[in-house]
């Protein structure tokens, strides 16, 4: 079944087209990453994805309901019922986390499910300690975001996406404001994920990572798809620029 | 006169003056919410006006605005402007006072970063949980410093309304000075004007402590 698909996304800032006639598709279960150099366009990929941004041409689909498409050459979302489900969907892990800094970690996690999806009180704290303790946080939970660490916060910002049960969970570059023994923390959380099935698409710089995590990768440069398949393929590429850009990689390290 | 019947005359005048400073706050701090949501408002005709209501109030002298507010209608309309006098006093403090808080917490409002609404619509929070929930409650520990330093101007403001000869406290002082040639109740209403703002400080003091919990 797919959860998602993207057909011929376009999307330009101030006449630049940044993505250029982008399709892909997430099946259930699949894990999907996006790989490619700074300004290749898979952040605004991935904020089109999670209707953050409008999009110029095109169609976006979860489940079979139109969640983005265009009329008249103008971007249309579905009215306020259709999309707040369609929004609940999919959830978003940030580069920069954005957790809510006047609300405690145990806030943070839980005041979504009980305020915007109405869940029982009891059912929604009992699934929050259970998380935590999953992600070593047990004892965070009335610590505020400036009280922990980088990768800690990481951390309560995969929680708070999880607490939502969405079917597909999106992540933007979630390590990349981390220092290296963060990043393991975060890719160990992600790794634990992936082990349990979860549907997920994730924008990374960690290169050895998406290797070994992903079913899917797609390498994108200047707004397009410059190469895709299974990690094996995209590896072993002869595709130039990717060579390029990987031999770059590993040159570094 | 002795100096216990000068103390109760500014007393007295003291009573009217924290009357005008606490209803001009009472008026003015939700009015300035008020005044925000005009200047950002995507009706464009409307945040003209307030754009220029704003630059009105803050480009002229608040004594000449009150002189405007108290005499007008009867210049104007020849209305009996008896009883008016408190009337007028508020409704020119509160505007004035408004447009000042208004732009205080735009500059809040705009310092929230753009993630903190992106976070709070993926998380499904409707505009209003996101604005009451999310952004006002940053937005109150941010703006605090700025909104102080406007209610301490405040109680030293309320000393203009002398010029419509409203009595109270600075009136009250200026009058026995006159009558007894002395310059004790200039001294002495110095004193409760910097007490009372010592007050000030220190209870907005404590509302920024209570909000020091985060960061």
Redesign the interface.
Known sequence: MKLLEMNHIKKAFNGVQVIKDISLSVEKGEILAIIGPSGSGKSTLLRCATMLETIDDGEIQYLGRRAAWVEGGKPVFPKKEERKEIQSYFGLVFQNFNLFPHFSVMKNITDAPLKVQRRGKEEVFEEARRLLKKMGLEDKENAYPYQLSGGQQQRVSIARALMMHPNILFFDEPTSALDPELTGEILKVIKDLAAEHMTMVIVTHEMSFARKVADHIIFMDKGVIAEEGTPEDVFGSKNERIREFLGKLTSER | MSFEVMLRQLLEGFGQTCLIFFLTLVFSLPLGMVVYFGRVCRIKPISWLVKIYISIMRGTPLMLQLLVWYFAPFYLWGMNIGGYKLTAILIGCSLNYAAYFAEIYRSGIESI?K??Y??A?????SRQ?TFF??VL??VV?IVLPSVTNEVITLVKDTSLVYSLSYVEMFAVAKQIAAAQTTVLPFFIAGVFYYIFNYAVAGVMELFEKRLD???
């Open positions: 970063p993630g903190q992106e976070a619509a993926l998380l499904g929070y949980q929930k999310i409650p940053q520990k919990y985060y960061r």
